[in-house]
């Protein structure tokens, strides 16, 4: 069975400590399935979606469901504080006694980079079993490897079936590149009525995707000048100082755009633009997955493969 989200104040709690574009709908917290709405719309080509409905909200996730993208988010999977993960913990500011160097930021985000990397990578390798060949010599989708309407995939971390565990790969990876567009300064601008503090960082202001977030350009250099916040932990107002007079660093609360109301995110158009550019990444993550997958598989497999896992049942395609 899927796992559901907890209700009543433990929900709250839990919910408060997440550090990402919102996995849920809710005015009181903020959110608004930012990361659902995301995914929805990067995999859209055309005006059109390119997976059936159960395999999109599969991945997306919907009301009552995390979905793969939203599985770090699920308290029961253990990932909501993982700065790896939300790619969290990247801050620096250019001051003399800042507590961490702009190295040592660098390599926080190239941890979170590579992950993403090395997922989607997996993605390519557990795809493989997803098609077999017929009596008749042909590559065809399994059926036993694909979740349905009453059997659906549970993103806890444990390997089963292989559409389930290539949508579990991608899923992690997008999470973290969703969340690396709303952490990050890559496609933000500060508020200008103000100077540039540790409260109101440097935006570099970017309106379209992170080359150095490509997959298929994995030599790109460092972006300079990019940060994420620092997260450690809620309250935010009670972590995340330094000193003995408790100066702030570059919180998470002052640099995230995890949903349309975030201080941030109000200004410079900010929320709008990283909601689109994450969204367009998005789509190039899963298209690199598909183009990999047909590279790897020759003869008829990586075909079968990907037919199967754009749909929701193995007869589309056999």
């Known amino acids: 069975m899927r796992k559901t989200f907890l209700t009543g104040a433990a929900a709250v709690v839990l919910v408060l400590g997440v550090t990402g574009f919102g996995t849920i709908r809710s005015s009181v917290l903020g959110q608004d399935a930012e990361h659902e709405r995301i995914t ?5 080509t055309g005006g059109l979606q390119v997976l059936g409905p159960l395999t999109l909200s599969e991945l997306a996730g919907k009301d009552g469901a995390f979905g793969a993208v939203g599985a770090p988010d699920n308290p ?5 504080s993982s700065e790896i993960n939300h790619c969290d913990g990247a801050d620096w500011f250019d001051e003399k006694d800042y507590p961490q160097s702009r190295e040592q930021a660098r390599k926080k985000l190239e941890a979170c980079r590579n992950y993403m990397f090395a997922k989607l990578d997996e993605a390519v390798r557990d795809a493989g079993a997803m098609a077999e060949k017929n009596a008749a010599g042909k590559w065809v ?5 694909m979740p349905t309407a009453d059997s659906s995939c549970t993103y806890l971390g444990q ?9 579990e790969d991608i899923g992690l990876a997008l999470h973290a590149s969703q969340d690396f567009y709303s952490h990050s300064n890559w496609g933000d601008k500060p508020d200008s009525r103000r100077a540039i503090a540790r409260d109101n960082p440097p935006g570099l202001g970017n309106g379209a995707r992170a080359p150095w977030l490509d997959p298929a350009k994995r030599d790109t250099p460092f972006p300079d000048g990019l940060i994420t916040g620092c997260y450690d932990g809620f309250p935010e107002w009670s972590h995340c100082n330094y000193g003995w007079l408790a100066r702030s660093r570059v919180k998470h609360a002052y640099l995230n755009k995890d949903g349309a109301g975030k201080d941030r995110a109000k200004i410079n158009g900010n929320f709008d633009r990283v909601f689109d550019i994450a969204a367009k990444d998005t789509w190039n993550k899963w298209n690199w997955v598909e183009t990999q997958i047909l590279a790897t598989y020759p003869g008829g497999q990586g ?3 990907i037919c199967a896992l754009r749909n929701d049942s193995a007869g589309s395609c056999n």
């Open 40 to 44: 929805r719309q990067g995999m859209m």
């Open 159 to 167: 390997k089963g079936r292989a559409k389930c565990n290539v949508l």
């Open 303 to 305: 075909g079968a493969i």
């Open 76 to 80: 029961a999977r253990g990932l909501m």
């Open 141 to 145: 989708a399994r059926a036993d490897q």
